[in-house]
Nanobody
Framework: QVQLVESGGGLVQAGGSLRLSCAAS????????LAWFRQAPGKEREFVAG????????YYADSVKGRFIISRDIAKNTVSLQMDSLKPEDTALYYC????????????????WGQGTQVTVSS
């Protein structure tokens, strides 16, 4: 079983950057594909970015392509989300999630979730 803890959220002005981190524990961490989701107030939780089990392949929602980068450090048991050129519409609670199957973007396919970290982008 994998446990996930996010960190790195905060308040930033539009155009700024933030880096989110997700620390994983559990001996089977390497077997899981990982992703970031976000949920804004009054909206459904949505997929943001994902990486396969090795970290060599990544995929993104169209809304963040070219601005966000997901990366995985297997040795450190972490997955990060570098967010640049932030916009007010990026404001949301960001979650790290793990799944046993690569290339998933639906939240129902993810078995393990962190508690979330808040990102607020002011205009």
């Amino acid at each position: 079983q994998v446990q996930l803890v996010e960190s790195g959220g905060g308040l930033v002005q539009a155009g700024g950057s933030l880096r989110l981190s997700c620390a994983a524990s559990g001996r089977t961490f390497i077997r899981y594909a990982l992703a970031w989701f976000r949920q804004a107030p009054g909206k459904e939780r949505e997929f943001v970015a994902g990486t396969n089990w090795s970290g060599r392949s990544t995929y993104y929602a169209d809304s963040v392509k070219g601005r966000f980068i997901i990366s995985r450090d297997i040795a450190k048991n972490t997955v990060s989300l570098q967010m640049d050129s932030l916009k007010p519409e990026d404001t949301a609670l960001y979650y790290c999630a793990a799944t046993t199957t690569d290339w998933r973007t639906s939240q129902t396919d993810f078995q393990t979730w962190g508690q979330g970290t808040q990102v607020t982008v002011s205009s």
